[in-house]
Structure formats: structure tokens, C-alpha cells
């Protein structure tokens, strides 16, 4: 505040919204706390609204929108643990469709569902989805 950072300070205030709409959902009293896992939820969960909505604005030619958004999105990564790489994912991937002794297109579902499992937090929906393409 005292550094007069209006974008991170737009990105608490609507973090901190997200949080007591969070604990109200859950049935739970506006003042109370989040665990770590369900902030690190919330705060996940508002990056990617964040990217769809620079993927909107550019399609929109919103090139001023974008900025905003990008700026948002780099304040809520500051909070969010790193995600895996696709080399990392595609490793795992492979060992983890050996393991279940997949082969068949029609499994990818099945592995997917797997890998989400293993690498919820750790890996983005969409890294994991393209590399389980790349398998089959």
C-alpha cells in the first residue's frame, strides 16, 4: 500500500473477497480461516479465470484488458507453488501408463484421471492433458 502498487493491491483485495466467499460456500463463518490446500485452491482457481479471460481479450483485440489480466495473473503466481514442467510430466506420464499397462486411445481418460491424482497441485490440468496426447 505504502508503495502505491495498485495492481497487487487490486490482487489482495480480490483475493481476500475469494477467501470469505470460499469460507461461506464451505458453511463456514466469513472471518474464519482456509486451510493451505483450500487457498492454494482458490488462488488456483483465480489464475486460470485470469488466463481464460487474457485468452477472451485477445481474441477481442482488448490489448489494455490483457495487460491488466497479466499483471493480476504475475501477482497470483507469486503465491501459487511452481508447477511441473512438460519433460517432468511427460516422464511420469510414460511410467504411469506402463504401470497400468495402457495402450488403447480409449485409456486416456483412465490415465488421466491417474495422473491428476498423483500430481494434483503439482502440474497444470492442460500440461498433463497434452502430454498423455502425445502418448497415445
Keep these: 500500500m505504502l508503495a502505491k502498487d495498485t495492481v497487487r493491491l487490486e490482487t489482495l483485495r480480490f483475493v ?4 470469505t466467499n470460499e469460507l461461506v460456500a464451505r458453511g463456514r463463518k466469513p472471518d474464519g480461516e482456509l486451510s493451505d490446500e483450500e487457498s492454494t485452491a482458490v488462488i488456483a ?3 486460470k479465470q485470469r488466463k481464460d479471460s487474457i485468452e477472451q481479450f485477445k481474441k477481442g483485440g482488448r490489448d489494455d484488458l490483457v495487460k491488466e489480466e497479466e499483471a493480476q495473473l504475475s501477482v497470483l503466481e507469486g503465491f501459487l507453488p511452481k508447477m511441473m514442467d512438460g519433460a517432468e510430466i511427460e516422464k511420469i506420464a510414460k511410467a504411469k501408463k506402463e504401470e497400468l499397462g495402457l495402450s488403447d486411445p480409449k485409456d486416456k481418460g483412465t490415465l488421466m484421471k491417474e495422473l491428476m491424482k498423483e500430481l ?3 502440474a497444470d490440468g492442460s500440461a ?3 502430454a498423455v496426447d502425445g502418448l497415445f
Design 16 to 19: 481476500s473477497a475469494a477467501f
Design 45 to 47: 482457481r483465480l489464475a
Design 120 to 122: 494434483k497441485g503439482k
Design 128 to 130: 498433463v492433458k497434452a
